[in-house]
């Protein structure tokens, strides 16, 4: 632990599984995706044929929360990911709104 940083850091094994990556959002990245004032995690990838992908999970949403509870940071995202269960109830908003999506593991 101890690593500055460490807590934006990337979280590959929490959602590899179900297909896809997120960074942490800033400001201007909320700005540019027109989600400012947004607090969540960005979706930076789906690949295709994944558990995200046929959530509808796209690159450029917000993940909000999830089982209804606020993510802010791509470590509380890997946290709230790894509980067990077969589906995740996730949040996510873009430009277009806020919708619920549901993620079924595989």
Known sequence: RGTVGAEDAP?????????FE??????????RLGVAGTRG??????????PAARAGLR???VILEVERQP?????????ALSRDGD????????ARGTRYLVLRRD
């Open 11 to 19: 979280t590959p094994k929490a959602t590899e599984g179900l297909g």
């Open 59 to 61: 690159s450029g949403q």
């Open 87 to 94: 589906e995740v109830l996730l949040r996510v908003k873009d």
């Open 41 to 50: 995690v960005v979706v930076s990838a789906v690949k295709p044929g994944t």
């Open 71 to 79: 993510v802010e940071s791509p470590a509380q995202l890997a946290k």
């Open 22 to 31: 997120v960074q942490p959002l800033d400001d201007q990245l909320a700005e």
